[in-house]
């Protein structure tokens, strides 16, 4: 068992409801156009998606696990960033 | 059907050994219903018993199109072709999906094929039993694929990320599988003596091993603790079998079927179905290799990826040439 290891690509498919490409999953493939095709095949074999984007794995950068409360948290107490935060009387009606 | 993948005994760097704080970490993310990620920390006996299980998980997919295949070509009608077609194109695609998934874990595709071919890694015990009939293909859609869903469900709240993600995909597609089974079983039972006949021979030979599928009994199992803990498994394999037996018994009972087990009755007081003794020593004997057709499924999957070797070749040296010759034209360009 010495073959050469097919390169790995992560699968972004935008479906028909117009909301932005959604990672999917991945697939193995020799390039990009195989990538497409077997992302077509392995994700889509139900009408899920009317686009779809294939990346070399490799070219994601992503946070890292440990940065995790560093990144997110300090919204967390940002409140005045939503909506709700702010009163509008009832006889103003929605707004 | 794949909890089989858990119930072997696990020799590696135990749990106890790790450190301590980051172990606590660990639990208490699990305990809160966070996933863990693929770059998160975990125990090595964690990270084993998922390779272990997702990669048997895989194999047991791809394995699982050589039964049903096997009556692609002789499908009764276009429907029945054109449904079994797009239920094994399925399996396929539940195997690469639960093969990216264990790829998370740090195993390549490319070994754990390896590992499948050389007989290291298991598949489950079910697909070792052939299909005779046309009516297997309905029974192995009822029951396999019913049993399947029994243990699937819980798996989409597992606790690894890209696990319950690819679990969850499965589930949504797997109830189509289940029911187009039960139809070829209704078609069958309604049809004449002779198709009833072979409706009743598919269940009597698949209801004990679809039984099977759920592993060894609660007594006998090795691995319960700590992947109940870590919230791999969340039921044991007796009351997932007791629960698959309880649904299903009406549903043959509503086909005009009877099951190969004079045991089979249903309990006033609690409203389960008791059943026989299950017969342990030939869960055994196919899962350690000498079932009906392992031998057979084994060499069709070795002489498959042979097949293959000069595509993936190939298609790995046009690639090359294409960016080589992109590559040339830039520097030729500047």
Redesign the interface.
């Known amino acids: 068992?010495s073959?050469?290891?097919?390169?790995?690509w992560e699968v972004f498919i935008r479906n028909r409801s117009g909301l932005p490409h959604k990672h999917a999953?991945?697939?193995?493939?020799?390039?990009a156009a195989?990538a497409l095709q077997a992302a077509r095949?392995?994700?889509t074999?139900?009408g899920e998606a009317v686009s779809i984007w294939v990346v070399p794995s490799g070219a994601i950068t992503?946070s890292?696990?440990a940065d995790k409360a560093e990144l997110f948290e300090p919204t967390g107490s940002k409140i005045y960033r939503h909506p709700t935060f702010y009163e509008v009387p009832d006889e103003v009606g929605h707004m | 059907m794949y909890t089989q993948g858990l119930n072997v005994k696990d020799t590696g760097h135990p749990a106890a050994a790790e450190d301590p704080a980051k172990l606590a970490r660990f639990q208490a993310k699990i305990d809160a219903e966070d996933k863990i990620e693929p770059n998160d920390w975990m125990p090595e006996a964690y990270r084993r018993t998922l390779v272990r299980q997702i990669s048997q998980h895989a194999h047991s997919e791809i394995i699982g199109m050589q039964p049903e295949g096997n009556w692609l070509a002789r499908a009764p009608s276009l429907r029945r072709k054109v449904a079994l077609l797009a239920k094994v194109q399925d399996e396929a695609g539940h195997g690469l999906y639960l093969y990216a998934a264990a790829e998370t874990l740090g195993l390549s595709r490319e070994e754990m094929v390896a590992q499948l071919l050389a007989g290291k890694a298991k598949y489950s015990s079910i697909f070792n039993y052939p299909t005779l009939s046309w009516a297997d293909i309905g029974a192995v859609g009822w029951l396999v694929d019913g049993a399947a869903i029994m243990n699937q469900i819980p798996l989409c709240r597992c606790s690894y990320g890209p696990y319950a993600r690819a679990m969850i995909r499965i589930c949504k597609e797997e109830s189509f599988h289940q029911r187009q089974g039960y139809e070829i079983m209704l078609t069958l039972c309604r049809g004449s003596a002779a198709q009833k006949a072979m409706a009743q021979d598919a269940l009597s030979r698949w209801w004990w091993p679809s039984l099977m599928m759920f592993g060894p009994s609660d007594k006998e199992s090795l691995h319960s603790a700590d992947t109940m803990k870590w919230k791999i498994k969340r039921f044991s394999n007796d009351d997932l079998r007791q629960k698959f037996i309880d649904a299903t018994v009406p549903q043959g009972h509503y086909l005009g079927l009877t099951f190969p087990d004079p045991d089979l009755k249903r309990d006033e007081a609690s409203g389960h179905w008791r059943f026989g003794e299950i017969d342990w020593s030939e869960f055994k004997r196919v899962l350690a290799g000498d079932g009906p057709c392992n031998r057979q499924r084994m060499a069709v999957r070795g002489q498959a990826h042979e097949d293959g070797v000069w595509v993936r070749e190939a298609a790995l040296a046009h690639a090359r040439k294409r960016a080589e010759r992109a590559a040339a034209a830039k520097i030729a360009a500047e």
């Open positions: 068992m073959e050469a290891p097919m390169p790995l999953g991945s697939v193995h493939a020799a390039d195989m095949d392995v994700y074999r139900r992503a890292d696990p």
